[in-house]
């Protein structure tokens, strides 16, 4: 191995397989990916799954974004073999590619020093998220989750109460006279919250069977076992 | 058969008395720039680092505005670390040992030091927007979109210099270093390019931005800062041992198999993805056992008879540290790829473990006893004019932090993830508990912190040493 012309040729057949593995193939398969429609559940018909986020989610996801949330908290729901994500209510079933169609940019993170957030949008309220964002310590006894009290503005309570104002438990609620407002990216922050949640079940994740299968239970795609007529 | 060949017979027998002859030692300045940006921004992702590990003893520390909170701050710090201390180092050793093992002078020495001044202006910037809520969101890919096109053309120029220099090489063959230092120079601007193309300027769709980003994160580590680290290893071990390389095969195994197998992972189990992404990722992830016995083989068959003198060089030691702690690290990456432990580990301080031992323990170590090297011999002086004891403290600090931190959060991590694999063990009741070695890890890293700013101590002594001298020699001719 001498030869610099031989030692880049190489490389470059070597870079390219990486390359084809993870960034063109996937780009195959999962490029033209478009809605889809989820899996018929009971009396529940079929919708059309993911529909786009509302513009002020949108909004919030560029403060979840640029305040890096996504260092601490994942987007990602893993099967129930690989992981005890489902068992600890983070979701009914793992996620898919399909969950992620209209994010940008997409964070799925890589750690969790707070719980998983793909589905937070369906165990939490608006006013829960804020109080949260606020003081997370007011919620979880000795909570990690630094305060993002600069989402907030504590103002002199005008002519009328503002309807916006946070409820505060006793200990954090603002002096007489004053009322704390949640400034518009933490409500764009906690539309973004209220927006994640993958609920539809798709071909790729069904719904768990509504009871567990019994070992001897007749799968309901058999052949039922009638006798074909007999040939006259 | 030429497998036994040595850096000292190919091509540096130099002595440090001989610096001057066709080495990059000829033109200094701009490797100097390159090597004290790199060595200053570690120290700032070391600083960065420590801030957000104190916010865990205590939430409310730095939380009242919003360019210190946590996560832009670890935003900030990856920064640093990946693109401000790792890619510049690569290449300035890189550089510097193109120079040295080709017995060639460094091509277009303004361009290289063009390219030092914009890198790093650019970073600063890119860093200062992160801080601000510039960042792009993807986890080791965080730069700005604005700044990601400048630091490629920075690159590219310094790039071209190092191939010109490694086009005008003297000998005719090559040495192992030299393999690595080409295959890492040529990865990051491949994977570098794509990664601000389909991230930044024309984002793809969906989830395939997850695969991409975790794609170059993995790449960037393993293969460019992996590969760039051995060619290190692969050249300072013997040459300062006066021992040949055991097997030149061993090396190109571990050479292309490293390239192939190491390229190829990042994809954590269970990704929202097809399988077979997943399952190329842990297989791709799981062969990389081929490289880490081949450089573990050669390396112990060529040190076994030296191992006291391994220990009693104090520059040589950063180099075999560091080295050890490659195999660990890469070790554990294979432990933790597999599917019933990552069903475990995944998403843990697992992870964080992995990165504190491959950059601050293999990375780190590596190029600080690179430095401890090259840089005298930049400036004109030899090994003496380093103070003693502040080598020795640092080498102590960095060792003893590195270590500390590392089995910390490996404690931490895996403590998490058995905890958390219970799923009547509440996560918040879980994380409270991982509390105590988090602390602890903290100490780690203020040790390896100190460190570096020992370190970059002893480099004003010496710069400073060699400035008294040139101006002496200056008052000679006069």
């Known amino acids: ?232 | 058969m030429s497998v036994i060949v040595s850096p000292a017979r190919t091509a540096c027998s130099a002595s440090p008395r001989t610096r001057n002859e066709g080495t990059g030692d000829s033109c200094p300045v701009p490797l100097l720039c390159l090597f004290a940006g790199a060595v200053l921004w570690l120290g700032v992702a070391l600083a960065l680092g420590l801030m957000d590990s104190v916010k865990f003893h205590n939430p409310e520390f730095l939380a009242a505005g919003p360019y210190l909170s946590y996560g832009r701050v670890h935003a900030a710090q990856n920064a640093a670390l990946l693109h401000g201390f790792g890619v510049p180092a690569a290449l300035g050793l890189g550089l510097w040992l193109l120079c040295r093992l080709g017995r060639a002078a460094l091509a277009a020495p303004l361009a290289v030091l063009l390219g030092v001044v914009f890198w790093n202006f650019a970073l600063a910037a890119g860093v200062a927007a992160i801080l601000c809520g510039g960042g792009a969101g993807y986890e080791g890919f965080e730069l700005p979109a604005w700044c990601a096109p400048v630091l490629l053309a920075a690159y590219i120029l310094l790039g071209l210099c190092a191939f010109v220099t490694f086009d005008r090489r003297q000998e005719d063959k090559l040495y192992p270093s030299q393999w690595f230092v080409i295959g890492s120079l040529f990865w990051f601007p491949w994977i570098f390019s794509t990664a601000d193309l389909l991230l930044l300027v024309a984002p793809a769709r969906g989830v395939l931005q997850a695969l991409i980003a975790w794609w170059y994160a993995h790449n960037l580590s393993q293969v460019f800062l992996g590969l760039a680290g051995l060619a290190s290893s692969f050249y300072f071990i013997p040459k300062l041992l006066g021992r040949p390389l055991h097997s030149r095969y061993l090396a190109a195994l571990a050479f292309w198999t490293l390239a192939l197998f190491g390229s190829c992972g990042g994809v954590p189990n269970g990704a929202p993805l097809p399988a077979w992404i997943v399952s190329l990722s842990v297989v791709g992830t799981v062969l990389t056992v081929v490289p880490l016995l081949a450089v573990a083989t050669n390396f112990y068959f060529t040190v076994r008879r030296d191992l006291e003198a391994l220990d009693a060089d104090p520059v040589l030691r950063f180099t075999y540290v560091g080295l050890v702690f490659w195999l660990i690290a890469g070790a554990q990456q294979i432990v933790g790829t597999l599917p019933n432990v990552s069903a475990i580990t995944d998403f843990t301080w697992f992870g964080a473990a992995h990165g504190e031992l491959f950059h601050n323990g293999f990375f780190a170590l590596t190029v600080f006893g690179a430095l401890y090297y090259i840089l005298p011999r930049l400036l004109g002086l030899d090994q003496a004019a380093w103070c003693p004891k502040l080598l020795t403290a640092h080498f102590l600090l960095a060792f003893v932090g590195v270590l500390i931190a590392y089995i910390s959060l490996l404690a931490a991590g895996v403590g998490q993830g058995i905890l958390l694999a219970d799923a009547r063990n509440s996560f918040p009741d879980v994380m409270r508990r991982t509390m105590m070695p988090l602390r602890v890890s903290t100490l780690g890293e203020s040790f390896v912190l100190l460190g570096t700013i020992l370190f970059l101590l002893n480099f004003a002594r010496i710069l400073l040493a060699a400035g008294r001298r040139c101006r002496a020699e200056r008052k000679e001719r006069a």
Request: hydrophobic share 40%.
């Open chain 1, 1 to 232: 191995m001498n030869s610099g012309p031989l030692l880049f040729l190489g490389l470059f057949v070597t870079m390219a397989c990486s390359w084809l593995g993870f960034v063109l193939g996937p780009q195959l398969q999962l490029g033209g990916l478009t809605q889809t429609n989820t899996v018929v559940m009971g009396d529940a018909l079929s919708q059309t799954y993911p529909v786009p986020e509302p513009g002020d989610a949108h909004q919030g996801a560029e403060v979840y974004r640029a305040n890096g949330c996504a260092c601490c908290h994942t987007e990602m729901v893993r099967p129930r073999s690989l992981g005890s994500d489902i068992a600890h209510s983070w979701g009914a079933r793992r996620s898919l590619a399909e969950d992620y169609l209209f994010d940008q940019p997409v964070m799925l993170g890589s750690q969790r020093v707070g719980p998983d957030l793909a589905n937070v949008g369906l165990r939490s309220d608006t006013n829960g998220i804020l109080v949260r964002l606020y003081n997370p310590r007011r919620i979880i006894r000795r909570s990690l989750m630094p305060p993002y009290r600069f989402l907030f503005e504590t103002r002199k309570i005008g002519f009328f109460p503002s309807p916006d104002a946070l409820v505060l438990p006793a200990p954090d609620a603002p002096p007489l006279g004053y009322e704390v407002i949640p400034r518009p990216q933490a409500r764009a922050l906690a539309a973004y919250l209220m927006s994640l949640r993958q609920t539809g079940y798709l071909f790729e994740a069904p719904p768990p069977p509504a009871r567990p299968l019994k070992t001897n239970a007749v799968p309901t795609n058999a052949v039922p076992a009638v006798k074909a007529p007999a040939a006259k």
